[in-house]
């Protein structure tokens, strides 16, 4: 995320923005270039893990985790089941509170209402709520390019910007850097973007947190005009929601005149009764919080008390093209709580910077291929950017199947490059892929059990061989190079399961 500098003259300009997130290398070479950071993957460790000790035993304080998982699950399928029909209702209770509805297809739309609104209210700088819709539309860099300073107020948010940098997790952008390159930050950038970081700060978080809120506090009470996103959408009151941790929220949503809030169309919850559940989901989930410090409700205008205008821009931007999937749908329950990340052992490793995406580990690798489609290399990579180890299947507080998903986006993967494959054929001679080899191989193989049989007595006899020269597999010529240049492979195994049975059993048998 860029930020906003002077020119000599004191105007505003565009610093160098850090680029669309799509133009990536995918994710095999990304993770390459990631997990050779030490100091990275040593933040990523202790930040992931300490996350994860801290929900599990604060979701083995409710004795009905299990009921709220699945309340939350069929409330979300409520919405994805009725869309149309709760979109209408949204629309006519926030009407009904004094609030604007735009509607936008695409970012590109979203950006130009959002940008129109701004330079209506004659402001030439807004305040941020940390916002995963914005972030996805690309909504500060289409600001700069109008002239318009975005202030990132939430304190990763803040440093991420500060540092020229991208986010790397959905929860804490930040989670890739340590307190002492975020005090270098704050002491190189701070005084760049308004009040300077007091001269000798540490690096103990009650100092840094410190800097930040001195730094924030001019930017809140100038500001004319907020945007934020939504956590929950209300249908049924034309209620919007957030929960934070920080109170940088609160600042944005109730002291400027202005407050636009971008939302992604499948945030709705039917009822205000609803959000009961996942006020105890939530805050569990991602910040392991019995409950979140600060929650925010808002519903349009009152007189006399926060914003004297409030915009409302519902986005699509790929949500209904992954609704008419009957099965990828299941990803729109996504609630951004950020487990899956936190339990991933590929996203421990790599950081969510290798993702291309500000949906970064198992969550992206869905979501992703659904709203931006497949047709570029970084899409097309991250539904293999997994070990289907199924771990964020069974954190997800909505019951998302993400392992499950992660094969189905898998397979569409291999489709449309067949497809594309087939479209480029300028001859009758083809040549299948290695990879398509190898699963009509397995095919072949898994048809008969003769056949399964003779591959197991080939792989123990070459065993048996490889394991008088060499104790585990190190890396091989191409083809296979692809495979054992990142791990070391063991030996086929000198007996099969099949072999040790007759061996050992077989005469009881017969």
């Excluded at 019995?290 to 409030?310: A, C, F, K, L, Q």
Aim: aromatic share 4%; charged share 25%.
């Amino acid at each position: 995320m860029s930020a906003l500098e002077l020119d000599p003259d004191g105007r505003l300009t565009p610093a160098p923005p850090a680029g669309d997130l799509i133009d990536s290398p995918p994710f095999p070479k990304a993770a390459a270039k990631e997990i050779n950071k030490p100091e990275q993957r040593k933040n990523l460790y202790h930040a992931t893990h300490t996350i994860r000790v801290k929900r599990h035993n604060a979701v083995e304080e409710v004795p009905n985790w299990e009921e709220l998982r699945r309340a939350g699950e069929q409330i979300k399928n409520r919405i994805l089941r009725n869309m149309d029909d709760y979109l209408i209702q949204l629309e006519e209770s926030l009407t009904r509170n004094g609030a604007h509805v735009h509607w936008a297809r695409d970012a590109k739309e979203a950006n130009e209402i959002v940008t129109s609104l701004v330079k209506a209210a004659h402001a030439e700088e807004v305040v941020k709520v940390k916002s995963m819709a914005t972030q996805e539309i690309d909504l500060n860099e289409a600001l700069e390019e109008a002239g318009i300073a975005a202030w990132e107020t939430d304190l990763a948010e803040l440093i991420v910007q500060l540092g020229h940098d991208r986010p790397s997790h959905i929860l804490v952008p930040a989670i890739h850097r340590n307190r002492s390159e975020v005090r270098e930050i704050f002491l190189e950038e701070m005084g760049r973007y308004g009040t300077a970081a007091p001269e000798g700060l540490d690096d103990t978080p009650a100092n840094l947190a410190n800097a930040a809120r001195t730094h924030l506090r001019n930017k809140f009470l100038r500001a004319t005009v907020g945007v934020s996103g939504a956590n929950f959408a209300i249908a049924d009151t034309g209620s919007l929601v957030i929960v934070e941790s920080e109170g940088n929220g609160r600042m944005c949503l109730t002291l400027p005149k202005t407050l636009i809030s971008v939302v992604g169309i499948e945030k709705m919850l039917p009822t205000f009764d609803d959000l009961e559940v996942f006020l105890q989901l939530l805050p569990r989930s991602s910040t392991a919080e019995r409950m979140n410090p600060y929650t925010s409700i808002w519903s349009g205008v009152t007189e006399g008390d926060g914003p004297e205008n409030v915009h409302v821009v519902l986005i699509d931007n790929g949500r209904t093209k992954a609704l008419a999937d009957r099965e990828g749908r299941e990803a729109l329950r996504c609630i951004r709580c950020s487990a899956c990340l936190n339990i991933c052992p590929v996203f421990e490793k790599v950081g969510g910077h290798a993702y291309g995406s500000v949906y970064p580990g198992p969550i992206g690798a869905i979501l992703n291929p659904q709203i931006r489609g497949v047709a570029s290399a970084v899409d097309r990579s991250l539904p293999f950017a997994s070990s289907l180890c199924g771990a964020c299947s069974e954190v997800c507080p909505v019951r998302i199947p993400i392992a499950d998903l992660l094969v189905t986006m898998r397979s569409r993967v291999i489709d449309a490059k067949k497809a594309e494959r087939n479209k480029n054929i300028v001859s009758k001679v083809t040549h299948a892929s290695a990879e398509a080899q190898a699963m009509k191989a397995g095919a072949w193989a898994m048809a008969d059990h003769k056949n399964l049989e003779k591959v197991q007595r080939a792989s123990t006899a070459s065993g048996a061989v490889m394991g008088k020269v060499m104790g585990k597999i190190g890396p091989m010529p191409w083809p296979l190079s692809t495979w054992t240049n990142a791990r070391d492979v063991p030996i086929p195994p000198t007996e099969s399961f099949r072999q040790w049975w007759d061996r050992t059993r077989g005469e009881e048998e017969k």
